[in-house]
């Protein structure tokens, strides 16, 4: 804490660069619909002056005559020379998109252009969201995020994310790197972490088909983010449009019993904005007792209380049930048979998720250099889940706030300071019980039930991060960025399923109350170092370091099978090295971005198997230490207007591309298994994975596709990707064949009498017919694939909407 009033303190003293001056005042509008333009960048002589607050005014230093660029995603620049200090009104006029006009939400830099961010970030809007379904959010990922896969275990549960090679979890039978549960990443919905206070995100309850934004941070993130190693996903879903009120009703069909409906109420006024969306959505599932249905509720509202303060509202509400067929083994999938895992399917295998979700946002604008945004959140859900090792229960309660302080200052003419320091705080508390599943006495031919009660343990657990990054922008469109976070984790586990062995004075492992553990993470340090160079507002290069960490979840520490503690883990550590370039060429048509990039995850958690006398069967499992992960990629994407006119029938036609190269190795990384010897004694196995490709990620894919537009409302894409053969057991004896897909997609748009807008469409997925996956489960032998359709399918739809 001490350190964070240290920051503020700097940042208060240098407010009083910014007083005593005589100002210019300005207002930005869009010429069409004279609406204020909140956030409009004011440039002088090159560099940012500030920004337009919620009524689009902003105020800067008077010279005797003085020249300024007004800037705003979506619109044209505006130059406009000033004599004299007066009120002035800058009107924009909207433009063709270009990547200089994205935008990203969280930066030290006052220029959110993403050509100025001196890191790999993809930002999705609508148009690649919703080139496919738009219900399951993986084939957006895969399709325009070069470097990050994401997996779903089910038709729409079990979703995660593997960013850069950082796969989710630990525990394997064979081997490191299990993708069993979702670690590494932390992911935001409207602000809100859906990862929670250990760092697990658990997605299956998230509506993905209200989301209209999307934006991936790629390698550690500590320096804004606290606990993110991997990197960072921030979900926005749709908001009310200013001025407009609305009604509109979606319905969708497609193969395998796949149904979507939705209701949406719009109202949205000139100082507040409220926005209802109801979603139901089922599918029967292309294989065996792969079922899903679910139930979502989103209200989004926004009040400007008045120039200087606004509120955000979102609650959200799920209710999901999707039922698990299991992992196919590899002979399985080899011969097509889709049946399921039969143990899976007679303990009924499924994820039930009830689940709420709120936040409430505030931002004041202290005045016109330093804003302060605020968030308190919180959520609960109750979950009871089954699979093939039994029956479990988890009721956790998430809360907690993230506040931060935005600031930019003028320097002089030629140089500029901004930042964002802030606190992050997230608490859960949690009870988890375990059962086992037996038969079922009056129905033995029907589904297994719940058995005796295996475990039961009750979790508190805290995290805390206080950063601070800052940005100075130099002449010549140089920046340099220096960030710092701090985090921490404290758990407490109290272990209720007791066990009288560790109930005695003579039991030397456990020296304290025998059913409550402890153990904390602290000085956990994340610096971030960057530099930008911008050329002609064209094209930028840049060059970063990163780091991060992940500390262990309580799962990690404690071993119920044995009643001891394992309290010399430390936290993954991972740090990354990047080089890149970003830009606009050839009159601004062809956009693209690159990056090579080594990120080393170091300290990595590993398990060690400890086998029954016999060595038939693993009695348990516990976390050690071991190498690293030494990632080296290059990732390229594209995107080109070969055509745009306002007149001919084609408006628009716009190829695009994108590329990712993995060189991904294990660096002293070894496998431990405990197993009794012909003399009965234990003994310490140890298997070296060093040098071996890290399991479940391809060494090439590849992404191709064209969308196009025309005057009369027929709208449509075709995409091709292409995923390389992968390991999936570290030890590399096992692979995935390589695949390609080809999807596509066409629609109508139009509006009728100037309330009623209508849309149909229809698109089909996997055209060719190719066997493929939606996950593999890495190490987890002999049950390894999760498969997708292997036919073509289909889906269609109808969106209806009437403005009043």
Not at 99 to 107: D, V
Not at 383 to 395: I, Q, V
Not at 407 to 419: A, D, E, I, P, V
Request: charged fraction near 15%; proline fraction near 3%; charge should be positive.
């Amino acid at each position: 804490m001490k350190r964070f009033l240290l920051l503020n303190l700097f940042l208060w003293a240098t407010i009083s660069m910014s007083l005593g001056q005589e100002m210019l005042k300005g207002k930005v509008i869009d010429k069409q619909t004279k609406s204020p333009l909140s956030g409009a960048n004011i440039f002088v002589k090159g560099q940012t002056a500030t920004m337009t607050d919620e009524q689009g005014q902003f105020e800067i230093a008077c010279n005797d005559s003085l020249k300024i660029i007004a800037s705003y995603i979506g619109y044209e620049d505006y130059q406009l020379n000033v004599v004299g200090c007066r009120e002035v009104l800058i009107e924009l006029i909207q433009s063709a998109s270009h990547l200089e006009e994205i935008e990203i939400s969280a930066t030290s830099n006052s220029n959110k252009a993403i050509l100025n961010q001196p890191q790999s970030i993809v930002k999705l809007s609508e148009i690649e969201l919703k080139r496919g379904t738009g219900l399951f959010l993986d084939d957006a990922i895969n399709t325009n995020v070069p470097g990050v896969y994401m997996e779903r275990r089910t038709v729409s549960a079990g979703q995660q994310f593997n960013i850069r090679g950082y796969g989710n979890g630990a525990r394997g039978t064979n081997g490191i790197n299990s993708n069993f549960d979702t670690q590494g990443s932390k992911v935001y919905l409207n602000n809100i972490p859906i990862t929670d206070a250990e760092g697990i995100t658990l997605m299956d309850d998230i509506d993905f088909g209200s989301v209209s934004n999307v934006e991936v941070i790629k390698g550690p993130s500590g320096s804004l983010y606290g606990l993110a190693i991997a990197g960072v996903v921030n979900l926005q879903t749709r908001k009310a449009e200013k001025g407009k009120t609305s009604v509109s009703q979606n319905a969708m069909i497609g193969s395998y019993g796949l149904q979507r409906y939705t209701t949406t109420l719009e109202i949205g006024g000139e100082k507040s904005s409220l926005m209802i969306n109801y979603g139901k959505q089922k599918s029967d599932g292309f294989m065996a007792h792969t079922a899903s249905h679910k139930d979502f509720v989103n209200v989004m509202g926004d009040f400007n209380i008045n120039a200087r303060q606004a509120i955000t509202t979102y609650f959200g509400y799920s209710n999901s049930y999707d039922e698990r067929g299991g992992e196919l083994t590899i002979a399985q999938y080899k011969n097509k048979d889709y049946s399921g895992n039969q143990v899976y399917i007679k303990n009924n295998a499924h994820s039930e998720i009830i689940s709420f979700r709120a936040g409430i946002g505030h931002t004041y604008k202290i005045n016109r250099n330093i804003t302060n945004n605020t968030a308190v959140f919180g959520s609960g859900l109750n979950s009871n889940a089954s699979s093939a090792g039994g029956w479990t229960d988890k009721r956790p309660v998430n809360y907690g706030l993230r506040s931060t302080l935005d600031t930019r200052f003028s320097l002089g003419s030629k140089f500029s300071l901004s930042g964002i320091t802030g606190i992050e705080f997230q608490s859960q508390q949690a009870q988890t019980i375990g059962y086992g599943m037996v038969a079922d006495s009056f129905n033995l031919k029907g589904y297994n039930i719940i058995g005796a009660q295996r475990s039961n343990q009750s979790t508190v657990t805290s995290t805390s991060s206080i950063f601070s990054e800052w940005t100075l922008t130099l002449p010549h469109d140089v920046s340099l960025t220096a960030g710092l976070g701090w985090s921490t984790m404290n758990i407490k586990l109290d272990d209720r399923n007791y066990l009288v062995a560790n109930n005695n004075p003579s039991n030397t492992k456990v020296k304290h109350v025998p059913t409550s553990y402890k153990a904390s993470y602290i000085d956990m340090v994340s610096p971030r170092f960057a530099v930008n160079k911008v050329f002609s507002k064209q094209l930028s290069v840049y060059a970063s370091f990163t780091k991060g960490y992940k500390a262990p979840v309580s799962s990690y520490f404690y071993i119920p099978t044995t009643g001891e503690l394992n309290l010399g883990l430390k936290p993954e550590i991972g740090t990354q090295y990047e080089i890149g370039s970003k830009g606009n060429l050839l009159d601004e048509r062809l956009q693209f971005q690159i990056a090579a990039f080594n990120t080393v995850f170091s300290n990595k958690m590993t398990t060690v198997a400890v086998q029954n006398p016999a060595n038939t069967a693993t009695l348990y499992t516990y976390l050690v230490n071991s190498g690293s992960l030494n990632n080296k990629g290059l990732e390229v994407t594209l995107m080109y207007t070969a055509y745009r006119s306002k007149n001919s029938t084609f408006t628009s036609i716009r190829p695009f591309a994108n590329f990712t190269y993995s060189h991904f190795k294990y660096d002293n990384i070894k496998y431990q298994s405990v197993a009794k010897t012909k003399a009965n004694k234990d003994s310490l196995v140890t298997v070296d994975y060093s040098g071996n490709a890290v399991a479940g990620v391809p060494p090439v894919t590849l992404n191709a596709g064209i969308d196009f537009l025309t005057k009369y409302g027929v709208y449509g894409n075709i995409n091709y990707s292409y995923r390389d053969q992968m390991p999936f057991t570290s030890d590399g004896k096992n692979k995935t064949s390589g695949y390609s897909l080809l999807n596509a997609k066409v629609g109508y748009q139009h509006k009728f009498f100037d309330h009623l807008n209508v849309g149909v469409y229809i698109g089909a997925n996997n055209i060719t017919s190719t066997q493929y996956y939606y996950m593999i489960f890495l190490n987890q032998l002999p049950d390894a694939y999760l498969p997708a359709p292997y036919k073509i399918n289909y889906f269609g739809g109808l969106n209806l909407n009437y403005s009043f």
